[in-house]
């Protein structure tokens, strides 16, 4: 008889409840196209505000300390793999050409291409700092509850990216609106 190995999963499938709850958040219009200003306009990293909205959602909460070491946790892989991919893909999808003679329609679908390889990557990382942050967040306080939590980590998160930059508190705002309805304190889908 012969053994066969276990199904890998694809790289972009989410292996933990934050990787799942993430991907669920972020499939909502309205929470990707804040998420993407945060990230375009003031230097955010996406995974870690889902990272946030995961924390408040399941009863949870970081302190200032515990963003900053959930961010250094990413700031590796971020640094090499995810910031290049993103700046290769929309290099590759824009409109300057990228070498004389290739058709712009080319280097587009190149550019499409690597979108997969950005989501698996952003996944990655998700998973592995699930443990991280199940050592870091602490439980929601007498009183506290999910989306008030949720908004004081992305002010403490602002904060970090180089005091609260302009326009900041705007986009926090649509981050707590857009994710969703209340966060319910003690919401278990589940720990990182």
């Known amino acids: 008889m012969r053994i066969m190995p276990s199904p890998v999963p694809a790289p972009s499938t989410p292996q933990t409840p934050l990787g799942r709850h993430a991907h669920a958040v972020y499939g ?4 990707r ?6 990230q375009d306009g003031h230097g955010a990293d996406v995974v870690l505000i889902l990272a946030f ?5 399941t009863g949870r909460r970081l ?12 700031a590796g892989w971020r ?3 995810v910031r290049p991919l993103r700046a290769l893909r929309r290099r590759l999808r824009g409109d300057a050409p990228v070498m004389a003679g ?19 990557a952003e996944t990655a990382m998700l998973d592995a700092l699930a443990p991280v942050l199940d050592g870091l967040a602490r439980p929601l306080g007498a009183g506290e509850d999910g989306r008030t939590a949720f908004a004081r980590m992305l002010d403490l ?5 180089v005091a609260l930059p302009d326009g900041w508190a705007r986009v926090r705002d649509g981050l707590v609106a857009s994710m969703g309805p209340a966060i319910p304190r003690g919401e278990t889908e589940g720990r990182a």
Do not use: F, K
């Not at 515990?66 to 946790?73: R, W």
């Not at 998160?157 to 990216?161: D, E, K």
């Open 63 to 74: 302190d200032a300390n515990g963003i900053a070491a959930l961010d250094a946790a990413a």
């Open 28 to 31: 909502r219009p309205s929470a």
């Open 157 to 161: 998160y602002g904060m970090l990216l």
């Open 79 to 81: 640094a090499e793999v």
């Open 102 to 120: 290739m058709a712009a329609d080319r280097a587009r679908a190149i550019g499409d291409g690597l979108l997969a390889h950005e989501i698996a």
């Open 33 to 38: 196209e804040v998420c993407l200003e945060a």
């Open 53 to 57: 909205h995961h924390v408040a959602a």
